[in-house]
Antibody, heavy 116, light 108 residues
């Protein structure tokens, strides 16, 4: 199993960014997937979830601004980040959902910095 | 949202010492849905214990977990240098999934 995030970078407040997570080594379409973030020096903060059937759930802090999606043909998970705020600055990890709600595989993370 | 209160926030231990971390939930969780992660400095988190007491693949037997309802614990029976990390509990019982604030383990 391998998860590789990309698309991070420095962006101004109010702007947008789209993160990708390329999956391999398992049947991507059969698994729910999550995005989790970690602000510098802080703890883990769950962001969003998409089920294998593309149902979605969001943390209150990002609801209406972020959109999680997936392309099973490309084995890729996405996170569209709109109306970015300084408090969205973090490492963003994608993770696979295990059978009982744990995160059994994680990507290495991608840094998003929101600053003017 | 279920809040997970993790304590202590930091531990300084000697090699060979036993350490225990506690995770208390604001409401009852099925033990099937309480999990523990290890995050070493500069690395992504790694699943260590799932469903309260089951060790993930490749995890040494010195790591264990127990608990039920609203009270859970994570124990390292004999700390080794490679265990220096921050440990997090997590509940996957209800949305939003939540994490404890973390416990930073350092060696004396």
């Amino acid at each position: 199993v391998q998860l590789v995030e990309s698309g991070g970078g420095l962006v101004q407040p109010g702007k947008s960014l789209k993160l990708s997570c390329s999956a391999s080594g398992f049947t991507f379409s059969s698994y729910g997937m999550h995005w989790i973030r970690q602000a510098p020096g802080k703890g883990l903060d769950w962001v969003a979830y998409i089920s294998s059937s593309s149902g979605t759930v969001y943390a209150d802090a990002v609801k209406g601004r972020f959109t999680i999606s997936r392309d099973n043909a490309k084995n890729t998970l996405y996170l569209q980040l709109n109306s970015l705020k300084s408090e969205d600055t973090a490492i963003y990890y994608c993770a696979r959902r295990g059978a009982r709600g744990y995160f059994d595989y994680w990507g290495q993370g991608v840094m998003v910095t929101v600053s003017s | 949202a279920i809040v997970l209160n993790q304590s202590p926030s930091s531990i300084i231990a000697s090699q060979g010492e036993k350490v225990t971390i506690t995770c208390r939930a604001s409401s009852s969780i099925s033990s099937n849905y309480l999990h523990w992660y290890q995050q070493k400095p500069g690395a992504f988190p790694k699943l260590v214990i799932y469903s309260t007491s089951y060790r993930a693949s490749g995890v040494p037997s010195r790591f264990s977990g127990s608990g039920s309802g609203t009270s859970y614990s994570f124990t390292i029976s004999r700390v080794e240098a490679e265990d220096v990390a921050t440990y997090y509990c997590q509940q996957g019982s209800s949305n939003p999934n939540t994490f404890g604030a973390g416990t930073k383990l350092e060696l004396k």
